[in-house]
């Protein structure tokens, strides 16, 4: 068994929410929005054959085809030796999965533990509430935000990296190929729109 990240969210955040911040920041995409829903994104959500309280979220980023990360509709976690219960995902303690993690719990709020062999847990605000999900106003805003991402920079891999359990060893290519798909497709870089809290 391998170290893992663990992020959670709060209850009213879907699979698909999260599925679309993955989508979004490791691959080159294209996305509309139509009907509150993001549509044109290259990736799957399916029922998980592991579990009925799971989805399969399969992808491809610019160095890896076929990713694959379960995403739990209940996860249980420890957090200063007391269990908790919450919804996400549970990949390897890699810098990729940290850098997703970070835009993910930044975005909804919730928690990151960077490696599951150790009970710290970082609790952050999103910068959406309970309160924007209720609104179609609100749904639009979320929706724009995440399409409004972009691929992950170099900066948050190198960052993430340095919490991960597992190296990538091949982190100077890795994020030179993310920076130069930024620049080949005009892309956003979000480090210059809005700082992130961790």
């Not at 990360?69 to 269990?83: A, C, G, P, S, T």
């Not at 935000?145 to 597992?166: H, P, R």
């Amino acid at each position: 068994m391998g170290v893992d990240c663990k992020i959670i969210v709060p209850s009213y955040v879907s699979s698909e929410n999260i599925a679309n911040i993955i989508f979004i920041s490791s691959n080159h995409q294209n996305p509309i929005i139509e009907n509150n829903k993001i549509k044109n994104l290259q990736g799957s959500i399916n029922k998980s054959t592991f579990s009925q309280d799971c989805f399969d979220i399969t992808f491809s980023d610019l160095i890896q085809s076929n990713r694959y990360v379960l995403f739990h509709r209940e996860l249980i976690f420890q957090n200063n030796k007391d269990f908790r219960y919450g919804k996400g995902i549970s990949p390897r303690s890699t810098g990729f999965w940290i850098a997703i993690g970070r835009r993910i719990v930044n975005t909804f709020g919730g928690e990151i533990c960077y490696s599951d062999s150790s009970d710290i847990h970082k609790t952050v605000e999103g910068v959406f509430s309970k309160q924007d999900f209720l609104t179609t106003n609100g749904i639009q805003k979320i929706n724009e935000f995440i399409c409004n991402l972009g691929l992950l920079t170099s900066s948050e891999l190198l960052s993430a990296e340095q919490e991960a359990a597992y190296n990538d060893d091949d982190l100077e290519k890795t994020c030179s190929i993310y920076t130069q798909e930024s620049l080949n497709h005009h892309l956003p870089q979000i480090n210059s729109r809005k700082k992130f809290k961790i």
